[in-house]
């Protein structure tokens, strides 16, 4: 039977389509590299403490970011070093003195750890960060920070979340 003109130009059509299509890498791999060096540049920028799901931090308005410290944490029941327990709550709140003998002893096996000051720390004492609860009590707060004053971590920072400003407006408009 012979077939007619539109048949076989539908055949040899329906043929050149049976090879597959084919994939344009080029500008997938243009999008893939934008992309990392987006997140190569953007990376740096943030400061994530270790987060404790058991501590609510008080908030601040506070735009200066924290260094990498030391970090001491406090909740309900626990003080940690470092993520290592020290003590609980209730025995240091029942200790006599300001100084936490526990906390003492770790602050110096890490001070022992990196002897040598750098001039900033030889004036201003080393670095730690307290991550404590807002709803902790001042007398422990105060012997805490007591007890870093006196083994030279004088340099003490609090961890707090950041709030915006009541009277600024959002970041990316202007007023």
């Keep these: 039977m ?15 389509n049976k090879a597959g299509s084919k994939l344009n890498l080029v ?12 997140l190569l540049l953007n990376s740096g920028d943030v400061e994530v403490l270790q987060k404790d799901k058991s501590i609510t931090l008080p908030e601040s308005v506070a735009e200066k970011v924290p260094d990498a410290t030391l970090l001491v944490m406090v909740n309900d029941t626990d003080l940690l070093v ?3 327990p020290m003590a609980k709550v209730e025995d240091i709140l029942r200790l006599d003195g300001l100084t936490i003998p526990s906390l003492e002893e770790e602050l ?39 007890t870093c004053a006196a083994n030279d971590y004088r340099d003490i920072s609090l961890a707090v979340n950041q709030v915006a400003k009541a009277d600024s407006p959002p970041v990316g408009q202007e007023s």
Excluded: C, N, W
């Design 2 to 16: 012979k077939t007619s003109l539109r048949a076989r130009r539908m055949a040899r059509h329906q043929s050149r």
């Design 27 to 38: 500008s997938l791999m243009d999008i893939f590299t934008i992309l990392v060096f987006f």
């Design 82 to 84: 470092a993520g290592r």
């Design 108 to 146: 110096k096996h890490q001070a022992a750890r990196r002897p040598q000051l750098t001039p900033a720390e030889q004036e201003k004492g080393r670095a730690v960060t307290i991550m404590g609860d807002q709803s902790i009590p001042y007398a422990l707060l105060k012997r805490i920070m007591s």
